[in-house]
């Protein structure tokens, strides 16, 4: 059975980091796509990052580059996110997701499987 579990959300302060980490269970994270998605109350999920399975490719929404960085540790069998220079508006939700074909994307509806989430709140 497929399953991620995504831990390390917390609150705060504007400028402090956080490391979020997706547990994977039933596959391995080097074989499918893991995409990290938010949604904050009132808006819409959003695809944050993305790391591809095929060559490892990364994608950054526009909003999030040059501040977080998607890694994965085969090894462990799990994905992060970490969140550097936070700002209040990254105050969400955050998911991880599982894409079986690979490739990755953005957009949440290319994915197979959800993870619970794991509440980011970052105080001005």
């Known amino acids: 059975e497929v399953q991620l579990v995504e831990s390390g959300g917390s609150l705060v302060q504007a400028g402090g980091s956080l490391r979020l980490s997706c547990a994977a269970s039933g596959f391995a994270v080097d074989d499918y796509a893991i995409g990290w998605f938010r949604q904050a109350p009132g808006k819409e999920r959003e695809g944050v990052s993305c790391?591809?399975?095929?060559?490892?490719?990364?994608h950054y929404d526009d909003s999030v580059k040059g501040r977080f960085t998607i890694s994965s540790d085969n090894a462990k069998n799990i994905v992060y996110l970490q969140m550097n220079n936070l700002k209040p508006e990254d105050t969400a939700v955050y998911y991880c997701?599982?894409?079986?074909?690979?490739?990755?994307?953005?957009?949440?509806?290319?994915?197979?499987?959800w993870g619970q989430g794991t509440q980011v709140t970052v105080s001005p």
């Open positions: 997701a599982a894409e079986t074909t690979g490739y990755g994307s953005l957009r949440g509806d290319f994915y197979d499987y």
């Open positions: 790391i591809s399975s095929t060559d490892r490719t990364t």
